[in-house]
Every structure is written in C-alpha cells, then in structure tokens.
C-alpha cells in the first residue's frame, strides 16, 4: 500500500504534467488520478479490496466488488471555483492533503473568522500532515468572505478553504 506522502508525489507530478489521467495499481489497490482541464484540481479515485465474505457456510464465489473511496474535491472546488469568478474574489487553497485547523490550538482564538481583514502575509489556517504544521498564508491583502471548512476537517490538495475579497 503507497504511502501518503507517496500519494501526494504522485498528485504533484500529474498535476504539474501534461498527462490527463493515471492509473497505478498494486496488490490489488487501485489508484487512479484525472484532471479535466489545467484550472481543474487533480481529481483521485482510491480503491482498496475487499476481502470475501462468508454467510452461514455459504461461500461466496466472487468478492463484492471494492467500494471506492472518492477524495475528489471536484464538486465543491467547482462550484466555489464559479462562485468566486462571478463575485471577483480570490480563493485561498489547501496546498496539500492534511487536516485543517483555524488555531494554533484548541484553547487560542481562530487566526480569521468572516470579516477579518487580511494581508497577503497573514496566517490564515494551519494544515496538518504526517504531525507536521503548516501555516497557511492569505496570498491577498483583502477581507475573508466566507471560510468553506470546518475546523479539523480534512482537506485534500487544492481544495478551496476561504474565499477572500481582494482590496
């Protein structure tokens, strides 16, 4: 089974390629990756097998097939993504897989909330990968419209966390 780390290696280099789309699979996981255009987040389907089942000594003849584990963020980053070209606004991404954290703790107050102003500088969030702590930047000087996470949520690569109203 591929590592995290290996997995986000693997959305880095499709996403910064030329290919469309990938497969890659291995002792029966599937890994497969497709973007839909070069504004597109890299889309992941993550598939695992599933072991075969026995019902009151009634064995069945085929595993059921594998249930797929979508982490796709296609949906809502489109969706927001149209959102904030109609409004003119600027979305504030996740550079990579991890959890997001609005504070540096539970006990401390969230770096942004709706309204704050920020400058290009600010910290904005924290995401958490593999016990590691990145500070998330604001990218724009400008106003937080509206925070599209909930804190300790996970998020994947490129998907859309505020959307910021640039000055």
Known sequence: MLKVQEIRELIKLVDQSSINEFMYEQDGTKIKMKKTGPEQPVSVVYQTPVEPVEAQHVQLEKPAP????????????????????????????????????????????????TGSKVTKDSIVCIVEAMKLFNEIEAEVDGEIVEILVKDGQLVEYGQPLFLVKPE
């Open 66 to 113: 594998a249930p797929e584990k979508s982490v796709a963020v296609e949906t809502s980053a489109e969706v927001h993504k149209e959102e904030a070209k109609q409004e003119n606004l600027h979305q504030i991404t996740s550079p990579m897989v991890g959890t997001f954290y609005q504070s540096s703790s539970p006990d401390t107050d969230a770096y942004v909330k």
